[in-house]
């Protein structure tokens, strides 16, 4: 799987913990949109997109089928998203 594609874009209110919003395209050919980067304590994650059962729970549309292939995409938007922030990358 190839990603060639990483787009951040920066949230710039500050009353939450969403900073950024990321899109990428895999295989050049299939894109997702959405993927949400959150801080909280000092650390950043993403969540992919979701939508909002009738319960009130989020329940992902589109996400990865295992750790190593969501830890792979989360590093390259975490990457990404620390570059166009300023930010150092954290590590691990």
């Excluded at 590093?75 to 922030?85: H, M, Q, R």
């Amino acid at each position: 799987m190839d990603i060639g594609d990483v787009r951040i874009r920066l949230v710039h209110h500050t009353d939450g913990i969403l900073r950024a919003v990321a899109s990428i395209t895999i295989d050049g050919c299939f894109v997702v949109h959405d993927i949400k980067i959150f801080e909280r304590e000092g650390e950043c994650f993403i969540a992919m997109p979701s939508r909002r059962t009738s319960e009130g729970e989020y329940k992902d549309i589109a996400h990865p089928i295992n750790s190593e292939t969501r830890e792979r995409i989360q590093k390259l938007i975490l990457d990404e998203y620390y570059a166009l922030a300023g930010k150092p990358a954290a590590e691990g």
